[in-house]
């Protein structure tokens, strides 16, 4: 079941990057060729397909524009919990 939710919420993330696409005004060749990666690929990742690889996500992410925002959604201290969590580990360290 765990595989079943990885897998949508792949594919939805690659329905994200094909809608950031479009929203452009991006066409597959231009956003393929700005992140190096074949016209295929690029329907790997707009698929949701896992196999893609991560590196070829981070250069379409990168040639939309929008690397910095995904790489900003997971830093820990942008959120209140990673940051509360941060500082009992500033703590515990400190004794």
Not at 11 to 28: K, N, P, S, Y
């Amino acid at each position: 079941m765990a595989g079943y939710k990885i897998d949508r919420q792949l594919a939805e993330f690659g329905e994200h990057l094909r809608g950031w696409r479009m929203v452009l005004g991006l066409t597959a060749q231009q956003v393929s060729e700005r992140a190096g990666i074949t016209r295929d690929t690029l329907r790997k990742i707009e698929a949701g397909n896992p196999s893609a690889g991560f590196g070829n996500v981070a250069q379409v992410l990168r040639a939309l524009g929008v690397l910095d925002q995904v790489v900003g959604a997971v830093d820990p201290l942008g959120s209140d919990i990673g940051r509360l969590r941060a500082g009992h580990l500033a703590k515990k360290r400190a004794r």
